[in-house]
Nanobody
């Protein structure tokens, strides 16, 4: 079992920045790829969560959804069992609940089904 806790969400104006953090409970964090997903308003089903970004166990390999490339940066600190998502140039369409997830693999796949453990989510609201 890997417990994940997201922090850093909030309300921000369009063009602003936020940094999300995801703290993991176990050392096995360092052997797993990690990802950030989001679920937009009106999309109630878990399968409607979309990948935002993912990072491999070492932090060297990353994946970004096209919608966030150049604006968001994913990183991790294995010594602190923590993953981050730096979000810049935020847009109203980035409004969503953001979830941290731990993969069953060490490679950062984009498919939701490859992620085994999930946090409770943190709300990000971007106003225009």
């Amino acid at each position: 079992q890997v417990d994940l806790v997201e922090t850093g969400g909030g309300l921000v104006l369009a063009g602003g920045s936020l940094r999300l953090s995801c703290a993991a409970s176990r050392r096995t964090f360092s052997s797993r790829a990690m990802g950030w997903f989001r679920q937009a308003p009106g999309k109630e089903r878990e399968k409607e969560r979309e990948i935002v970004a993912s990072v491999d166990w070492s932090g060297a390999v990353t994946y970004y959804a096209d919608s966030v490339k150049g604006r968001f940066t994913i990183s991790r600190d294995n010594a602190k069992n923590t993953m981050y998502l730096q979000m810049n140039s935020l847009k109203p369409e980035d409004t969503a609940v953001y979830y941290c997830a731990a993969s069953s693999y060490d490679y950062p796949y984009s498919e939701r089904s490859t992620y085994q453990y999930w946090g409770q989510g943190t709300q990000v609201t971007v106003s225009s």
